[in-house]
């Protein structure tokens, strides 16, 4: 969300200091003076962070101007876009009709019951957050003044990626039958919307070479020790980086089940406890002595939550603490023939059992995806599936006739 502000200017109305700020808290105060200098709004869109004046004085057109800055997702909108909208009356006290933040409110309360994981209803909240500043931008206040062409502007509004995009079109679609089946709206009204071409092309996944791995190691041992607070402190050090690293690799782990690993909860002996997202079946799997000795010695020293960094244990924080360290080790390494993320490891993960022609069945089971899924992404790494299909071809044009050779003429 973008950051708005008061940037006073010379001759200051309300005798405030040139260049000077003030927010819409400070001006509730008592004895603020009023001016009229201009209000600002402060942060990023699409990649690019910027402090844009809003053409506006007061609070309520400034928050306007923001919220379309935000469901546009760019700070260049048109001339077109950046007039502030005319609201469409709108009678609350009407029979039969529903407020949008009831409607959004009530889906969100579904997607709960229905047991959806944190990390999918996040971004159910945040699809709802930008329908929201959208309806705000325009000047509605129920759901049914939503209409196709409304649907239109929102989705040509979104910055996303092509697979990210169709996902969020599948929210937005799911919304509106949630409003149609309550006669909220009486018809589709995103019928005609497509996702983008080729979102429907599954994502290569791209593991970690073993030659990649040797250069993360090898940067993990230049970082050294940790340093003492002050500028540039750094409180992990290169084997605790490691030691994630490791885990990660040897259990197909995600950055926030190591991040939050409970050593006494999940590590009997060498057999390490699962628990999968996606089936929700639980899981023993197996780690070598030596990773196990590392892990104990880390509990000695920094208890059950081997990765715990600080006093933080929410998942979030102390898994963008991880994915921060992890970013240095990655730009130590580099340059990387794709961009590393820690997610990485875990396509690593299955690309050394598979290229061990451990059977897919048990692999998908390992990470808690179907075989399908499993052929889908990681098709290169099956060598048995690359032998059964040369084998095939091999049979089918084994008795096929073949060309003669012919020698070509070339310079004498």
Same mark, same amino acid.
């Given at each position: 969300?973008?950051?708005?502000?008061?940037?006073?200017?010379?001759?200051?109305?309300?005798?405030?200091?040139?260049?000077?700020?003030?927010?819409?808290?400070?001006?509730?105060?008592?004895?603020?003076?009023?001016?009229?200098?201009?209000?600002?709004?402060?942060?990023?869109?699409?990649?690019?962070?910027?402090?844009?004046?809003?053409?506006?004085?007061?609070?309520?057109?400034?928050?306007?101007?923001?919220?379309?800055?935000?469901?546009?997702?760019?700070?260049?909108?048109?001339?077109?876009?950046?007039?502030?909208?005319?609201?469409?009356?709108?009678?609350?006290?009407?029979?039969?009709?529903?407020?949008?933040?009831?409607?959004?409110?009530?889906?969100?309360?579904?997607?709960?019951?229905?047991? &959806?994981?944190?990390?999918?209803?996040?971004?159910?909240?945040?699809?709802?957050?930008?329908?929201?500043?959208?309806?705000?931008?325009?000047?509605?206040?129920?759901?049914?003044?939503?209409?196709?062409?409304?649907?239109?502007?929102?989705?040509?509004?979104?910055?996303?990626?092509?697979?990210?995009?169709?996902?969020?079109?599948?929210?937005?679609?799911?919304?509106?039958?949630?409003?149609?089946?309550?006669?909220?709206?009486?018809?589709?009204?995103?019928?005609?919307?497509?996702?983008?071409?080729?979102?429907?092309?599954?994502?290569?996944?791209?593991?970690?070479?073993?030659?990649?791995?040797?250069? &993360?190691?090898?940067?993990?041992?230049? &970082?050294?020790?940790?340093?003492?607070?002050?500028?540039?402190?750094?409180?992990?050090?290169?084997?605790?980086?490691?030691?994630?690293?490791?885990?990660?690799?040897?259990?197909?782990?995600?950055?926030?089940?190591?991040?939050?690993?409970?050593?006494?909860?999940?590590?009997?002996?060498?057999?390490?406890?699962?628990?999968?997202?996606?089936?929700?079946?639980?899981?023993?799997?197996? &780690?070598?002595?030596?990773?196990?000795?590392?892990?104990?010695?880390?509990?000695?020293?920094?208890?059950?939550?081997?990765?715990?960094?600080?006093?933080?244990?929410?998942?979030?924080?102390?898994?963008?603490?991880?994915?921060?360290?992890?970013?240095?080790?990655?730009?130590?390494?580099?340059?990387?023939?794709?961009?590393?993320?820690?997610?990485?490891?875990?396509?690593?993960?299955?690309?050394?059992?598979?290229?061990?022609?451990?059977?897919?069945?048990?692999?998908?089971?390992?990470?808690?995806?179907?075989?399908?899924?499993?052929?889908?992404?990681?098709?290169?790494?099956?060598?048995?599936?690359?032998?059964?299909?040369?084998?095939?071809?091999?049979?089918?044009?084994?008795?096929?006739?073949?060309?003669?050779?012919?020698?070509?003429?070339?310079?004498?």
């Amino acid at each position: 969300m973008l950051a708005l502000y008061r940037r006073h200017r010379q001759n200051c109305k309300g005798d405030h200091a040139h260049n000077t700020r003030s927010s819409e808290y400070d001006e509730r105060k008592k004895g603020w003076k009023r001016c009229e200098c201009p209000i600002f709004a402060s942060g990023t869109l699409d990649r690019i962070a910027r402090r844009q004046n809003t053409g506006q004085w007061e609070w309520e057109p400034s928050r306007l101007v923001a919220a379309k800055w935000e469901t546009f997702g760019r700070w260049d909108a048109t001339a077109a876009e950046t007039s502030l909208p005319v609201p469409v009356p709108a009678t609350d006290q009407t029979p039969g009709r529903t407020k949008l933040a009831d409607a959004t409110e009530a889906f969100l309360a579904t997607c709960q019951n229905r047991g &959806i994981a944190t990390p999918t209803l996040k971004k159910y909240r945040t699809f709802i957050k930008q329908l929201d500043a959208y309806c705000h931008f325009r000047g509605y206040t129920m759901i049914d003044q939503l209409t196709i062409t409304d649907m239109d502007r929102f989705y040509a509004s979104w910055k996303d990626g092509k697979r990210a995009k169709a996902k969020k079109l599948e929210r937005l679609k799911s919304f509106v039958k949630f409003c149609i089946n309550r006669e909220w709206i009486a018809k589709d009204i995103t019928r005609d919307l497509k996702a983008p071409e080729g979102s429907s092309i599954p994502a290569n996944k791209t593991p970690f070479t073993d030659r990649e791995l040797e250069r &993360i190691y090898a940067a993990c041992d230049t &970082i050294g020790a940790p340093t003492k607070p002050g500028p540039g402190h750094r409180p992990w050090s290169g084997e605790d980086a490691k030691d994630f690293i490791y885990l990660s690799i040897y259990t197909g782990l995600r950055i926030s089940d190591v991040s939050t690993f409970n050593i006494a909860e999940r590590l009997n002996g060498n057999d390490l406890f699962l628990r999968m997202h996606k089936t929700k079946k639980e899981l023993y799997t197996w &780690i070598p002595d030596w990773l196990v000795n590392r892990l104990r010695d880390r509990e000695e020293k920094y208890g059950a939550l081997i990765f715990r960094s600080g006093e933080a244990t929410n998942m979030r924080a102390m898994s963008e603490r991880w994915r921060e360290n992890l970013r240095k080790v990655f730009k130590l390494a580099g340059p990387f023939a794709e961009p590393p993320t820690p997610h990485r490891f875990r396509h690593t993960f299955v690309r050394i059992l598979l290229e061990k022609g451990v059977p897919e069945t048990e692999v998908a089971t390992l990470i808690g995806d179907t075989v399908e899924v499993l052929r889908r992404h990681y098709a290169k790494w099956m060598p048995g599936r690359q032998e059964r299909l040369a084998s095939i071809l091999r049979d089918a044009f084994t008795d096929k006739p073949r060309p003669k050779l012919v020698q070509m003429p070339g310079p004498r």
